[in-house]
C-alpha cells in the first residue's frame, strides 16, 4: 500500500516505521524541508524519538513538495488542534476513495469536535480512528502492544486491521467510531490529575482511586453521547487510561507533576517540549460536560488548575471533599 503519514512527531516517526516494516511504501510529511531534509540524512528523529533507527525507505517531505495522488491510505499523526487544517489542506489532494485514519487523541476547542469529524467536514469523507495504550517511546522499539482500530464501516475497519497488524503490534477492530475516539481524548486530562497526585508525593492509593473514578466520569461522559460502555472497558478505554496514567512517557502525566511542582499553566508545553494534549482537551470537555450538563468532578479540578482557580494541593481538599456518594449511581 503507498501510505502518506501526515505529522512528523513521536507518533507519526513510530507509526511509520511500523507500516514500512509491514511492507507499505510511507512518505511522512513535515511542516518544513529543512526538517525533511535533516530526517532524511539522519534517519533518526532526534527530537522527537530520539534513539531510534528509521527505515531509510521511509521518506520525509515538506507539505509543500508532496504530492498524494498516489496514497491509499492518509493518516492524520498531528495534534487534535491542528488536525482540521491538515485535512483542509488534504481534501483537495488526496486519491477519490483513499483511506483515511486518524490518530489523535483530543476535542477540538470551539467546535467540540473529534478529530474524525473535523476530518469529514474538511474533506467531505470519513476518517477511521486508531487508539489504545500505545506509547510511541514503545512501539518503536517493538514491545509488544495492542491496539483498536475503529470505523462504522466493518469493511474498511478490516482492511486497515489487516495492513497495520504485524506480530508486535496487535489490532482489534471496533464499529464504535466515537466511543474509541473519546476515550484516547478523555484519558489525558485524568493522566494530568495523576501527575498532580504523583507531583504532590502520593502513593498508589491515590493513583488507583483516581484512575478508577476517573473512568467512571469518562464512561458517563461517553455514553451520554452515544458510545458503547464495552469500549470504555475495553483498550482504547481503560487499556489507555492505565498505560498513559502510569507511564514514565507519558507527557500528560508529566504535565501534572510539573503542575504540583508550580509550573505555570502557560509554561507546561514548552517545558515538556512536545504537545501535551491533555490541556486543551481539559477545556474543552469542561465545555462539553456543561452543554450535556453532566458532572467531571476530577476532569474540572484539572481545568481549575489549568485556568489558574486552584492550586494541585486544592484540587485534592475539593476531591476528598466531595459529599458521600453510592459507587454506582
Ligand atoms: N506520542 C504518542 O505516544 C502517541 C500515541 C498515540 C496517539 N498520539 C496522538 O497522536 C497525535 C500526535 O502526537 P505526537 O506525540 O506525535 O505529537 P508530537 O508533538 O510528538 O508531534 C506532532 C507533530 O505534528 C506536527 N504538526 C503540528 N501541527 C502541524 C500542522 N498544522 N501541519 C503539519 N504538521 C503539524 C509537528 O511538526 C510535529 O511533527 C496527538 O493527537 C497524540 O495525542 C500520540
Redesign the pocket.
Known amino acids: 500500500m503507498d501510505v502518506t503519514v501526515?505529522?512528523?512527531?513521536?507518533?507519526?516517526?513510530?507509526f511509520s516505521r511500523l507500516l514500512q516494516r509491514r511492507g507499505h511504501r510511507v512518505q511522512v510529511?513535515?511542516?518544513t524541508t529543512a526538517?525533511a531534509d535533516e530526517l532524511n540524512r539522519r534517519h533518526e528523529n532526534p527530537h522527537?524519538l530520539p534513539g531510534v533507527a528509521l527505515p531509510p525507505e521511509v521518506r520525509f517531505v515538506a507539505?509543500d513538495e508532496a504530492e498524494l495522488g498516489a496514497s491509499e491510505l492518509v493518516v492524520y499523526?498531528?495534534?487534535?488542534q491542528?488536525v482540521r487544517?491538515?485535512a483542509r489542506w488534504v481534501g483537495p489532494r488526496r486519491a477519490p476513495g483513499s483511506l483515511q485514519l486518524s490518530?489523535?487523541?483530543?476535542v477540538e476547542l470551539g467546535t467540540l469536535e473529534r478529530?474524525s469529524q473535523a476530518i469529514r467536514e474538511e474533506t467531505g469523507d470519513s476518517a477511521a480512528v486508531l487508539?489504545g495504550p500505545?506509547?510511541?517511546?514503545e512501539?518503536a522499539r517493538d514491545m509488544p502492544s495492542a491496539t483498536v482500530v475503529a470505523s462504522a464501516d466493518d469493511e474498511v475497519a478490516a482492511r486497515l486491521q489487516a495492513a497495520i497488524m504485524c506480530e508486535t503490534f496487535r489490532v482489534y477492530t471496533n464499529s464504535d467510531v466515537l466511543g474509541v475516539e473519546f476515550c484516547?481524548a478523555a484519558k489525558?486530562p485524568i493522566a494530568v490529575a495523576v501527575g498532580m497526585s504523583d507531583g504532590l508525593g502520593f502513593g498508589d492509593n491515590s493513583r488507583a482511586a483516581l484512575i478508577t473514578r476517573s473512568l467512571a466520569e469518562v464512561t458517563r461522559l461517553g455514553l451520554a453521547m452515544g458510545g458503547r460502555f464495552e469500549t470504555f472497558a475495553g483498550l482504547a478505554g481503560i487499556g489507555d487510561l492505565i498505560a498513559t496514567c502510569t507511564s514514565r512517557?507519558s507527557r500528560n502525566r508529566r504535565a501534572g507533576e510539573l503542575l504540583a511542582q508550580g509550573v505555570s499553566p502557560a509554561d507546561l508545553e514548552a517545558t515538556v517540549g512536545?504537545?501535551v494534549?491533555g490541556v486543551p482537551t481539559a477545556r474543552a470537555l469542561h465545555d462539553l460536560a456543561a452543554r450535556l450538563g453532566l458532572e467531571l468532578p476530577v476532569t474540572e479540578q484539572v481545568y481549575a488548575v489549568l485556568e489558574g482557580h486552584s492550586t494541585a494541593a486544592e484540587t485534592v481538599q475539593r476531591l476528598m471533599g466531595r459529599e458521600a456518594k453510592r459507587e454506582h449511581q
Open positions: 501526515v505529522g512528523s512527531g513521536s507518533w507519526g516517526s513510530a510529511l513535515t511542516m526538517e522527537f507539505m499523526a498531528v495534534p487534535t491542528a487544517a491538515v490518530l489523535a487523541k483530543g478529530p487508539s500505545n506509547h510511541a517511546e512501539v484516547g489525558n512517557h512536545q504537545v494534549e
